[in-house]
């Protein structure tokens, strides 16, 4: 399975905003799906956006309009972009990549170790 590994996260003011990265360590452009999740304190993790092989990308109408996400198949690597951060955006964000189906890629594909966005001021 491909590896994945998050960075880009931190402390940030409300109203910042960040970049996350996942760069995988293999191709990426054939993977069928690739997802940012989050996991928010004492919460369930949730899906944030989603990126398919043809480039569609689905973001949760929570974040649209705020987060962004892309990816850069050159460098293997995809991204969320966050603008106007809110305190309920604390969270672990993780990427994941796999096949088929968000819910195969969620119970069956590969995950990053998560990366921590906590806004506050």
């Known amino acids: 399975q491909v590896q994945l590994v998050e960075s880009g996260g931190g402390l940030v003011q409300p109203g910042g905003s960040l970049r996350l990265s996942c760069a995988a360590s293999?191709?990426?452009?054939?993977?069928?799906?690739m997802a940012w999740y989050r996991q928010a304190p004492g919460k369930q993790r949730e899906l944030v956006a989603a990126?398919?092989?043809?480039?569609?990308?689905d973001h949760t109408a929570s974040v649209t309009g705020r987060f962004a996400m892309s990816r850069d198949n050159a460098k293997n690597t995809m991204y969320l972009q966050i603008n106007n951060l809110k305190p309920e955006d604390t969270a672990v964000y993780y990427c994941?990549?796999?096949?088929?189906?968000?819910?195969?890629?969620?119970?069956?594909?590969?995950w990053g170790q998560g990366t921590q966005v906590t806004v506050s001021s």
């Open positions: 994941n990549a796999g096949e088929r189906s968000l819910t195969t890629a969620r119970d069956r594909g590969s």
């Open positions: 293999e191709s990426i452009s054939s993977i069928y799906i």
């Open positions: 990126i398919y092989s043809d480039d569609t990308i």
